[in-house]
Every structure is written in C-alpha cells, then in structure tokens.
C-alpha cells in the first residue's frame, strides 16, 4: 500500500489516459445491443429446430424481417378513408425497391383475403410487409416506413417481433439515461448525509465514475472483438451494481479510515491499518461478487451471460478501490471530511445495538418478528412468470398499440400464431399426404384454446369440406336420390307400356281376323275376275261375229259395267280397312320405339352407380361386409342385366313390326293398283256401252277397246293373287305378335318389378348414406383428395404459401384463442407436442423432422433454457460464494446459516415482488428473467453486509460471543445500513426507466436489501451466532476449544 502511495500521481495519470483513449475509440454499446444483443435459442430446442428448417428450404432473400401495418379509426372507415388507404398501398407497391419491400400482401390485390386482413367492425385494416433488413437498422428502416405509411385521417401503426423488440432497447436506453442521472444525484445526497461532509461524497463519485466509463469501454470491444455476451441488462446492471457496490465499500473505507484517525493515528498509518482490515473485507466482498457474476458465464443462455460484463467492472472496481481512493486519502487528509475540523470520530450505530441485544436476550422474540414478516409473504408465492415482451415497455410505443389494436380486432392469437414444421424426406405433394396433413389439422384444432389451424388443406383455416368423404357421400346420396326418382318413373313407364300392350291385343286379335276376311273377300274377287274375264272373252267373240245381237251385247256390257262398279268399291272398302290397320300399325311401332329409349336411359343410370358404390368401398373398405351395402351392389347389377334382355325384346319386336308395316304397305300399294285398274275397266266398259249404240260406225272401235279390257284382266287378278298372298303373310304376321306381345308385357312387368326391388335397395342405400352424411365428425367420415385437386390452379397458390417447392417441408400455423406471450399458450407447446407425435405415429409421417415455431414457442424454449441455467448458475455461483465466506470465516458454520438467511430473503423479497406486480398491479406474473437476476444480486450483494458483519465479529474473537456480535454490529450497523440505503437507491433509480423487467428486478434488490439490513441480518443471524457459541467457528479451533487466531501476516494480506 505505501508503493501505491508513492506512486499515487503516477497511477491517477494513467487511470485518467486510459479512460480516455479507451472511451475515444471504444464501439457504440447501444448499436452493439442491437448488433448481438437479441435473444436467440440454441441448437436443438423446437422452435431453433424450425427456424434450421424452413431457411433449409426457404426461396426467399435471407436476412428479412415480417412487419405489420394497422390502419385503424375509432369507428367503421369512410370510403374516403378507404380510397386513402388502398393509395397508401399502392405508394408502397410503387416503391419497394426504395423502401427494401421484397413482398406486400394486402386485400386490395387480392379480396380472397378481406375476411383475414380487414376487421369484421371494419375499424382495422392489417398489411403484411417482408423488408429485407440486410445493412440496416430497424430504426432506419421503420422511419422511412413511417414516411410512406402516411395517411391523412387514419391512425397508422406498425408492429411485428423485431419491432417490439427495438422499442424494448429504445425503452432501455432512456431508462439508462434515467437511470444514472437518479444514482449519482442520489448518492451524493446520501453520502453527505452520512459523512455530514460535501468532500467526502467527491470520492466513491469520481472513483466509481471511472472504473465505469473503462470497465464499460472494455466490454464493448469485448463484445465486439470476441462475441462478449451482452443484452439490454448489460449497461444497466453496470451502472447499478458498480455505483451500488463502489459507492459502499467506499463507506466502508472512509468509515475506517475515519474511524483510524479518530484513533490518533497519522494519515498513511490510518491509511495502511484502514487497508489491513477493511481492505481485507473488501478484497472477499469484491470477490463473492466477482464470483457470483462471473459464475453467470456457465450458463448457456445469452440473455444470462450477459451479465458477466458486470464481474468485468468488478475487477476493475477493485483495482481503483485500491489505487484511486488511497490517492484521496493521502492528498486530502483529514480534508475529505470538511467541513468538519475537529473531534472526527466514529459514531456507532444506536439501532443495531439495540436489535443486537433483542436477539441476544430475547430470541424467540426477534425470530418471531422474522416469522411475522417472511411466513405470509412466502405462503401467498405462487411464482407465476410471465414472457410477455409487451408488458415491458408500455402502450405508449407504435409496436405495442398495434400489437393491441391487431389482439383487440382480429384476436390475441392471429399475429403471431405457432408455427408447426414438418421436414420429410419425400414430396408431401400428393394425395396420401395432404390426407396425413389433413388429419394432422384436425386433431390439432382439438387442442383447447386453438382457434384454428391453416394449413396446405385449409389455407384459411376453414376446413375444406370438398375433401371429406362425407361432403362426397352426401353428393352420392343426393346423386342416388335423383337416380331412385328416376327409377320409379322408368318403372311407371314399363307398368304403362305393359298396360298398353295388354290392352292393344285384342285389337291386335281383332285386325288378325278381320285380315282373314280380307283374305277371303280377295281371293272371291280374283275368282270373279277369272269369270269376268270369260264374259269379256264371249262379249268380245260375239262383237267380232257381227252385228248381231248388239241390243244383247248392250245388254250384257251394262252388266258388266255394274258388276265392275261393284268390284271396285269393295276393293276400296277393302283397300281403306288396309290403309286404318296400317296406321294403327304406325302408332303401335311409335310407341316400341320409345320403349327401347326409356330402357336405355334406365341402364345409363344403374350402370352410373356402379362407379360411385366402387369408389365408396375402395375409400371405406369396412362396409363391403355390410350385408345391406352387397344386397345394394347385387340389386343394382341384377336390374341392369334385366333391362338390357328387355331391351334386346323390344328391339326384336320392333325389327318384325317393321317387317309387318312394310308387307302392309305392299299390299296397299297393290290395291291401290287394282281400284286404278278397275276404275279403267270400268271406263273402258262405259266405253263400249256408249260404243254399242253406235255399234255400226264403231264396232271396230269396240272390238279393240274390248280387247283392250279383256288384256287388263288377267294383271289384275295377277294383282289379286299377290295381295292374298301379302294378307296371309300379314295375318301370320300378326299371329306371331300376339305371342311376342305376350312375353313383352310380361317381360316389361317382372322389369317393373325388379326396378321396384332397385328402388328399395336405393332407398336403404340413400338412408345409409344419409346417415354417413350427417355424421357430425368429419375425420370420423373420412378424407379423400380428388385428382383435380391437385391439377387446380388456385390450389398450386396455396402449395406456395404453405409448402417447399419440392414439397419436402409443410407448415401449419396453430392460431390461438389467448395471447401468444401468455404462459397458458407457451405451456400448450408439450400439447401440440404429443399431439403430432400421436397424429404421425405409425404413418408416413412418423420419422419426419418436426420443429415449432413462433413467439409462443421461442419464448417457451427460453423458459426451458432458463430453467436449466437457473439451476446450473446458482450451483456454481453459491458454491463460489460459500468457498469465499469458509476461507475469510475460516468456519463450515457460519456459512451454512449466512447462506440461510440469504435465501430467506430472497424469497421474501420475490414474494413481496409478486405481491406488488400481481396482485396489485395485475400482471399475469414476474417477467421471466427476474428471478434470475434477482437472485444473482441480491445474492452476491447481500452476501457483502454479511461479510462485513461477520468479518467485524471475527476481529472480537477473543470476546465471548455475546459480546463480540454486539460490539461488531455497533460498529458496523452504520456502515451497513448506509451501505444498503445507497445500494437499494441505485436500484431504486431504475424505477423510473419504464422497463417492467427493470422494475422487477430493481423491486427484488431493493426490498431485499433493505430487508436483509434491517431485519434478517440483524435479528435472525445473532440469534444463531449465539446459540451457537464457539461452534460458529468448527472445525477451525485447537482442541482445547479456542479458536486459533489468524497472525498479522495473513491478516495484513501482503499489505504494507
């Protein structure tokens, strides 16, 4: 120490050109907080395991970040606004190469996304933005945003993880700035008050204030050179606990020194006794402190290493402590206490002394006052934590009003939902594994508080019936309904078309017999012509012997002629009762021919349900057993055969009623011939009558035309012969019919009947299809991925948003009902978890590679993490601390009951936290991160006034116990009280920063230091000190039970 002393001017020069250059050319802290100071997950949890996934397979530029824009206004937006609106849009879509957009998806390209991007209040409208983030700042990038989004009427926010995030950091910042204006402002008041000096506070201000500015720079090229951990917790926590802890072990040697001189020694002997003793104490407070930081390096949570930049500052601390505050003592003496000049003395402290002999004389009193105060608060401890990174800076910021507005209008869960990665060797493309991926969906969608699942099956999140089995089994149905309709019709057809041929026979019977009597008429008319032909034959040889006999032959031609008359007009009865029995021909063929269209459309439709009742056993391989679904199968292949024998019937029937209507036809063409060639005969005959009376001047005109008539006959009853023969065939003809016509109307009534059988089946078919249709579970019904589907062109979109392009990779976003930074979502991760374990067990799916993403799931692995460090931390830290404590005490006791008293306080002091926050205040519970840092301080700090009591009471050793406790809390309570004040202020001045975490954990400190000074350290530890006697010093004293003393060398700790 007189080394340092000798050389104190030389050394201040070098503090002072050290902090100097090491600021001039140190890096920014704050932009090193935004380089390399978020939160990120290691290697191997879920959400890191999405992330190595989707940049795997990801086509997008790297390094972009998801923003949200919030359109928003009190009430439904005008169309005015709206107009406004859409050209804010299109100014952005006009400039994103300026503005670093590399996607824009707003409902004003695309209405298919109104419903999801426009409030259903239609007060907020949402647009996503991508913004390639590679060489910028978030600050940059969000002020030329906010220039673009500027829209006259219309509140406009923008939101996202990033931006929150920015806003923490933004929020941290000033509440540093805060935060250190408060510290010194309040250390200097407290300092005067405890030195009653305005010199003395000078001191622990400049000394700290350096190591700060050159511990802080040394971190930052730290952080930038080698990666150093940092976070927003790094500069605040230096600035607390360096200012904090400088400013009392200053106390604590200013305090001794004082205390030194007042015992008459000169300045550099006060100087090197105040370094021998509570330079010791010092040394291993600066250490528990120092290790308990440094200890945090263990973990492997960033955000928990971060805070080793505080043990940085320590070790710097204690430097100046031993090099810059000796400068003080020497150079300004007694000076440092001005205004006081004389009668400088140590005042013990009235308070401590008092508690002392409370818990020495009346224990049980002193630790029912702890019991009073500690049992309630840590009966009512719940250790709620809650990850909300909104709670953290307040609704005044851009991020967390849009955030709000976003929760408010389209739900908690719609921002930021969990995002399930599925990884799979094969393409995921096809319509095995949408129907995996569907199924997937809908157990997901099970999971309480999951409002809706989007994915490649459901794009929307609405389940896309058209795939479900029971969708297409209702279509069948409805198709099976029309199709028994169409069946009864068909079968009221035949019934009608059995009917009438039934009741067309005997008509049929009648126009057989009625052709037979033509028959007979035809073959007596063609013997009269045989007849007739010998009275013309004998007319005509009487005309050629002369003249003789005209009056005879005049007579005889009249005959002839009526004979012909009569001839003619019972052929053309007979002749009209052909053309009646040809036209009701004509009708009866008309209606077979529309028998065979009506068959034909009836095996259309049977034979259409075929394909339908095949599909459905293919996708439901359980119901071929279905006795009803074979009966089914059975009835519908047993009509269609049916109707194709009637069919094959008709179709003869209607070949032989053509054949009829053409012998018909003939044998009316032929009698139309004969009542031509009758009415000539009968022409010709007038002929000769009137030839008669001029028989002299015409005979020979007569003889021809005679001769003329005699040469027709033998063509007409030529004629007469083949219309006979035409009425024989035709009256066999119809013979044949009747008999077909028979086994047609029989045929046409067991097809009616066994359509009825189809009917029935139909009915039963449709009733088991109905039921399938109306079961309420649609997974329960089944899925099935029509081809097309596939081949769709809207659908190749959704492929896009929801899948790789090489189908290898899939997502599915989880949409909740609650706020994704709630730890009610966070906890429903292990349910998701089994959840797709359970849905890919035993399927394709089973060895896939499966991540989750998003804020919930992140923050849940950060709880994971933190759990692990949590405990790993703490080991380490307190095994550190209780190695400092055994070397100083030199006792396995004593620090086994410090420790106590530690942990006593801490979670005193986080219950009181939960109590305020919580219960209070209403916050779901104690940001995540402050029991760690919590404990880590309150710790490593309060485990200092430990030290300095108990390193006090070791230097009374000789005394007995009672004595030598009460005498070092005296001596001490001042400092330590003093000491805690400052500590707890420093903390205290973190109040104002407006971070909650900073709140919190400054809540912990403060409460817990005080607490600890005030009424654990001084009540609860000398009750156990003196039950315990000399035990406090096991196993470290000789065998006649003194403890054996430490000699001046290892006290003096090499300092002279």
Same mark, same amino acid.
């Given at each position: ?29 704050? #932009? ?62 006009? /400039? ?43 600050? !940059?990038?969000? !002020? ?5 989004? !500027? ?48 010199? %003395? ?230 319509? /095995? ?37 029971? @969708? ?30 039934? %009741?067309?026979?005997?008509?049929? /019977? ?94 259309? #439709? ?24 074979? !009966? ?190 709630? @730890? ?205 006697? @000399? ?26």
């Amino acid at each position: 120490m007189r080394a340092v002393l000798r050389l104190r001017w030389a050394i201040l020069a070098a503090w002072i050109i050290a902090a100097v250059v090491l600021v001039w050319n140190s890096p920014d802290m704050a #932009q090193l907080i935004r380089d390399k100071g978020q939160l990120a997950v290691v290697d191997g949890y879920p959400s890191t395991v999405a992330s190595d996934i989707i940049n795997k397979h990801s086509t997008k530029e790297s390094g972009t970040e998801a923003f949200i824009v919030v359109f928003h206004d009190d009430q439904a937006f005008s169309e005015e606004q709206l107009t406004d609106i859409e050209a804010t849009m299109q100014r952005l879509k006009n /400039e994103k190469a300026e503005l670093g957009i590399s996607e824009l998806t707003t409902h004003f390209t695309d209405d298919a996304l109104e419903e999801q991007l426009v409030s259903e209040d239609g007060n907020t409208i949402i647009a996503l933005l991508d913004v390639q983030m590679a060489g910028k700042e978030v600050r !940059e990038v969000r !002020e030329r945003l906010d220039q673009a989004l !500027e829209t006259d009427h219309v509140q406009t926010y923008m939101t996202g993880n990033s931006l929150i995030n920015e806003d923490v950091i933004i929020s941290s910042e000033k509440g540093l700035k805060k935060t250190e204006i408060i510290t010194v402002v309040f250390i200097l008041v407290v300092l005067v008050l405890v030195f009653r000096s305005v010199v %003395a506070p000078i001191i622990p201000l400049l000394t700290v204030g350096i190591t700060y500015v050159v511990s802080q720079a040394v971190v930052a090229f730290l952080i930038d050179g080698i990666n150093f951990p940092v976070s927003n917790f790094t500069a605040t926590f230096m600035v607390a606990i360096l200012f904090g802890v400088g400013t009392d072990y200053c106390i604590l040697l200013l305090s001794r020194y004082k205390e030194e001189l007042a015992s008459g020694q000169d300045v550099p002997g006060a100087i090197v006794a105040t370094y021998q003793t509570a330079g010791k104490t010092v040394i291993y407070s600066a250490l528990a402190v120092l290790i308990g930081f440094a200890s945090i390096g263990f973990a492997s949570f960033k955000l928990y290493q971060s805070a080793v930049g505080v043990a940085v500052g320590v070790l710097f601390l204690l430097i100046a402590l031993f090099t810059i505050v000796p400068f003080f003592m020497y150079t300004l003496k007694s000076a440092i206490f001005w205004p006081i000049k004389k009668n400088i003395s140590h005042q013990e402290s009235r308070l401590w002394g008092w508690m002392g002999n409370l818990a020495i004389t009346r224990p049980l009193i002193a630790l029912g006052i702890v019991a009073l105060l500690t049992v309630p608060l840590l009966v009512s401890y719940d250790g709620e934590l809650s990850f909300n990174s909104l709670d953290e800076i307040g609704e005044e910021y851009d991020s967390v009003k849009g955030f709000n507005l976003i929760a408010d209008s389209f739900g908690p869960g719609e921002i930021m939902p969990i995002q399930v990665v599925i990884e799979n060797d094969d393409s995921m493309k096809t319509k /095995e594994y949408l129907t995996l991926i569907e199924s997937i969906s809908n157990q997901l969608e099970k999971i309480d508080h999951v409002d809706k699942i989007r994915s490649v099956t459901r794009p929307t999140g609405d389940k896309l019936e058209d795939i479900y089995v029971k @969708k297409q089994v209702d279509e069948v149905g409805k198709g099976i309904g029309e199709g028994t309709d169409g069946i009864a019709q068909i079968k009221d057809g035949l019934n009608e078309a059995a009917s009438s041929i039934h %009741a067309s026979k005997p008509d049929l /019977e009648k126009a057989t017999a009625g052709i037979g009597d033509l028959q007979s008429g035809t073959k007596q008319l063609q013997s009269g012509m045989g007849d007739l032909q010998t009275a013309l034959s004998a007319i005509e040889n009487g005309i050629r012997q002369g003249t003789a006999g005209a009056g005879e032959l005049k007579k005889g031609a009249a005959e002839a002629s009526n004979q012909a008359a009569e001839l003619q007009a019972g052929v053309s009865q007979l002749l009209e009762g052909y053309e009646q029995a040809q036209a009701g021909l004509g009708q009866l063929i008309a209606e077979y021919k529309k028998v065979p269209t009506i068959l034909e459309e009836a095996q259309a #439709q049977l034979m259409s349900l075929e394909e339908p009742l095949t599909k459905l056993a293919q996708n439901h391989p359980e119901i071929i057993g279905d006795p009803h679904f074979a !009966e089914i199968q059975a009835i519908v292949g047993n009509a269609t055969k049916q109707v194709a024998i009637a069919g094959g019937t008709v179709a003869a029937l209607n070949e032989q009623l053509d054949a009829v209507r053409t012998g018909l036809e003939t044998a009316n063409q032929h009698l139309a011939q004969v009542v031509a060639g009758l009415g000539e005969f009968s022409n010709g005959l007038k002929e000769i009558s009137n030839g008669l009376a001029q028989l002299e001047s015409g005979l020979g005109e007569a003889t021809s035309g005679q001769h003329q008539v005699v040469q027709q006959i033998p063509a007409i009853a030529s004629g007469l012969g083949e219309i006979a023969t035409g009425q024989e065939q035709l009256q066999s003809g119809f013979g044949n019919m009747g008999g077909q016509l028979d086994q047609l109307s029989d045929g046409l009534a067991q097809s009616s009947e066994g359509l009825g059988q189809i009917e029935d089946g139909f009915g039963e078919a449709e009733n088991y299809l109905s039921d399938l249709a109306n079961e309420t579970d649609l997974q329960q019904s089944g899925i099935y991925i029509p081809d097309q589907l596939l081949t769709n062109e809207e659908f190749q979109q959704v492929f896009d948003l929801y899948m790789s392009e090489d189908g290898k990779m899939t997502t599915l976003d989880v949409v909740l009902d609650s706020n994704p930074y709630a @730890k009610q979502s966070m906890d429903m991760i292990s349910k998701l978890e089994q959840t797709l374990a359970d849905a890919t067990k035993h399927t394709k799916l089973e060895q896939a590679n499966i991540g989750i993403g998003g804020v919930t799931s992140i923050n849940r692995d950060l709880e994971s993490m933190s759990n692990s460090d949590y405990t790993k931390t703490v080991t380490f830290m307190m095994a550190g601390i209780v190695l400092i404590l055994i070397i100083l005490l030199r006792s396995l006791v004593m620090p086994i009951y410090i420790i106590a008293s530690l942990l006593l306080t801490y979670y005193s002091s986080i219950a009181m936290t939960e109590v305020i926050f919580v219960n209070i205040l209403g916050y779901p519970g104690i940001n995540w991160a402050t029991p760690f840092f919590g404990f880590v301080i309150l710790i490593a700090l309060g485990v200092d006034y430990s030290i300095f009591l108990m390193d006090r009471f070791s230097e009374y050793k000789q005394m007995d116990v009672k004595t030598g406790i009460i005498l070092a809390m005296k001596n001490m309570g001042t400092v330590i009280m003093s000491a805690a004040v400052i500590l707890a202020g420093t903390f205290a001045a973190m109040l104002p920063s407006g971070v909650l975490s900073m709140l919190q954990i400054a809540t912990v400190v403060l409460t817990g230091l005080l607490f600890y000074a005030l009424i654990i350290l001084p009540l609860f530890v000398p009750v156990l000190i003196n039950m315990l006697g @000399k035990a406090n010093w096991w196993p470290f004293f000789s065998r006649r039970g003194e403890i054996q003393p430490l000699d001046d060398t290892k006290r003096d700790i090499g300092m002279n």
